[in-house]
C-alpha cells in the first residue's frame, strides 16, 4: 500500500457534515407506507407472501422505466414520451406475434419501435436543439396517436408461449420472470451508470454540460444514448405488460409517467441532472407500488385512490426536492 | 524521422521545439464587432506571460481562440513550429493545450478524482469498468505532491470552497500538460492564504518547463509571478514588455492609452 492509499484511507472516513435525510427519504417513506399498509391492511392480506410478490411483479415495468430515466434525468433532460411508448411497444410486438408466431420477431419489433422514438427524440433534442421537454411532449402526443392508429383502437391477444413465458409467467428457479427483469434492470443500470465511462460522462453532461464539452465528452452523443435507452426501457416495459395481460391495448402506459416520474424523483435522482440512484429508483418504484396495492386493498374507488396518489407524491416529492434551492 | 520530432517536441532547447506556443496576426470578428484586432505573441517553455487590459479588451476571447473555443477569423496558431488548427475545446486538449477556465470547468456533483480525470477516465478489465481506486490514488498522489489542502482526493467538488475547487482545477490542468497552460482569471473569486497557494501552483508549472498565459486584473499578482507582460485594450495588441525592464506605470498607461 502506498503513502497515497494509506492517506486516502485516513481522510475518507465518515463524513460528518450532519445526517443529510433528504438522501435517505426513499427508505424513511419505503418503511413508513410499508408499516402503515401492515397495520391497517394486515387483516385485508396486505402482508401475505403472494400480496407482496405480486406488488413487485406488477411492478416489473415501472422499474424498467425509471432505470432509463434516471439516467436522463441524470443527464439534465427529461422524457415525456414513455407511457406512449409502452402502448406502441406493446401493439406492435403483439401484432408481428400475430403475423409471425415469432417470439424474436415480436420483441425486437417491440424494442426497435422504442429505439427508433428515443432516436427522433435525441435527434430533435441534439439536432435541433430544442429542450427535451418539448419534444418528449410532442412525441408523446404522437406516438399515442400512432398506437392508436396501429389496430384502430382494438386490442391484440398475445398467444405466443416462448413470448408469454419470457415476458410475463415464465420463472427462473422460482423466481418469477417479472421479478427477474426488475433485478436485471437495476443491476445493469446500476453497473452502467456507476462504473463505466459513459454513465460517468452522462452524469457530467448533466452538471455542467461546459465541463463536459471542453473535457471532450461527447455531449449530443450522450443525450441521444439516454432518450434511446430510456425509449427502450418503456419498449421493455411494454413487452412485460403484453406478457403479463396476455395481449396489448392502446391503454397500457397511459397512467405510468407520473408514477415512474415520481419514482425516480424520490429515489433521489436530481430533476436537473448531474445526480442519479439507481437504486433509489427501485425503492421509489417499489414504493409507488405498495402504495397502488395498499388504496386497493382499503377499498378507495378508483378516482379516490388517484387523488390520494397524486397527494402523496406530491409530499414525497417535496420532501425529496429540496437541493436546489438553498 | 518520427521519432527525432518527438523527441525534439517538448524539450526547451532553442529553436522551434522550445516555442510552445506563437501567435501571428491573430483577428476575430463578431459579426461586425472586432473583438481581437491583429495579435502577435510567443510563449517560451518555462516562462510566465500575464495578459491584461481593462473589461471587455478581449483577454478572454484571445484565450478561447488559443484553447479551441473559438476558430479566429484571421492569423496562424503555431504550436511547437507547427502550424495548429482546432476544431474544438477537446480537439485543442487534445493536441496538448490545458486550460483552467474562468468559470472552472468542473461537475460539482462528482468527487475530486472523477474531475481529475474527466472525459479521459481509467478503466480496467474486459469491460472497461472505471479503475476508481486507481483513479483517487493518483489523484491523491498529485494533490499531497502539490501540497494542495483539501480533504481527500475522494471529497466531492461541492464540499469544497472556492479557493479549494479553483486549486483542484489547477492541479488538473498541471497533470495532464504537455507543454502549454492557460489560465482566465484564475484567483480572480480567491482570499489572500488561497490566491499565494493558487500562484505557487503556476509557478511550480513554470519550474516543470511548462508555457503558461495567465489572465490577470491584478498588477500586483502579474508583477509577483509572470516574466513578460503583454496588454489588450480594446481588442488592440498595444505591446509586451520584460517584468524586469518596465514600472506599473508603464503598463497602467498602456491598459488605459492614458
Ligand atoms: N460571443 C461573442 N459574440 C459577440 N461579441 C463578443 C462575444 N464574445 C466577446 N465579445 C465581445 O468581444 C469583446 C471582448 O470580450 P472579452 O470577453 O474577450 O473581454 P475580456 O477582456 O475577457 O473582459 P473581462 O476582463 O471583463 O473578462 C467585448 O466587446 C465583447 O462584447
Ligand atoms: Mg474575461
Redesign the interface.
Known sequence: M????A??KA??GPRL?GFNWREYVVYIGFVVVFLFFAVTQGANGFLTTTNLTNIVIQTAPITVMAVGLVFVLSAGEIDLSIGSVVALSALIAAVTLRATDNMLYGAAAGLGAGALVGLVNGLFVTLVRLPSFLVTLATMGAVAGLAREVTGLQSVPVANDAFLSLFGQGDVFGIPGLVVWSIAAVVVGY?VL????Y???T??VG??I????????KVARVKIMVLMGSAMCAALAGLLYAGRLQGARYTLGEADLMTVIAAVIVGGT?LFG??GSIVGALLGSLLMGMLNNGLILAGLSVSQQMMARGAIILIAVSLSLREKRS | MSTVIEESVPGAGPGAGGVPLQLSNIRKQFGGVVAIERFDLELRAGEIVALVGDNGAGKSTLVKIISGVYQPSEGELRMHGRPVSFRDASDARRQGVEVVYQDLALVDSQPVYMNMFLGRELTRGPLRLLDRRRMARETQELVDRLDVRIPSAKATIRELSGGQRQAVAICRATHWASSLVLMDEPTAALGVAETAKVEELIMRLRERGAAVLVVSHNLDQVFRIADRVTVLRRGRHIGTRDIAATTRNEIVSMITGA
Not at chain 1, 502506498?2 to 492509499?5: F, N
Not at chain 1, 456507476?194 to 465511462?197: I, K, L, Y
Not at chain 1, 461546459?210 to 465528452?217: P, W
Open positions: 502506498t503513502q497515497a492509499d492517506a486516502l481522510r475518507s457534515r453497473v456507476r462504473q463505466t465511462r454513465g460517468a460522462h452524469l457530467a452538471d455542467n461546459g465541463a463536459a464539452r471542453v473535457s471532450g465528452i436530481s448531474g445526480k
